[in-house]
């Protein structure tokens, strides 16, 4: 009798181990051609061209609009600046002032001003939304 149940306890380790070398065996089949050939199998690289459109955004005439542009619009796209909702000349130059003390932007502590002026100017022009 246990002789019987030492040989039984045998046979799970043998079939796991059967089981895996027929796994094995039915993975290389999936890739033998793989592993055959000579040459690797690389896809082929294709190169390819993309045209994004490009819309050049109307900068408004107004006093100091040489400062804007040569200050600001080096980070930002003028549709966003001019985008922005109706705000006063305050916020404006809290605005430019966190550009330049927080994110490093170069302008000129004389400069902050005519850049406010020439927002507040602009927007004045184009009216309430």
Request: aromatic letters at 8%.
């Amino acid at each position: 009798m246990k002789e019987r149940m030492r040989n039984a306890g045998g046979f799970p380790l043998v079939a796991t181990g059967a089981l895996g070398i027929l796994s094995a065996w039915v993975s290389y089949l999936g890739v033998r051609d793989y592993w055959d050939s000579s040459t690797p199998n690389v896809p082929e690289i294709v190169a390819t061209n993309v045209l994004l459109p490009y819309e050049e955004v109307h900068i408004p005439d107004g006093p100091n609009r040489v400062v804007f542009q040569t200050s600001c619009v080096i980070c930002h796209s003028p549709r966003l600046i001019f985008g922005q909702p109706t705000i006063s000349e305050a916020k404006w130059l809290e605005v430019v002032n966190k550009m330049v003390a927080t994110y490093g932007a170069p302008i000129e502590p004389e400069d902050e001003r005519k850049i406010v002026a020439y927002l507040v100017s602009v927007q004045a022009d184009r009216g309430d939304r």
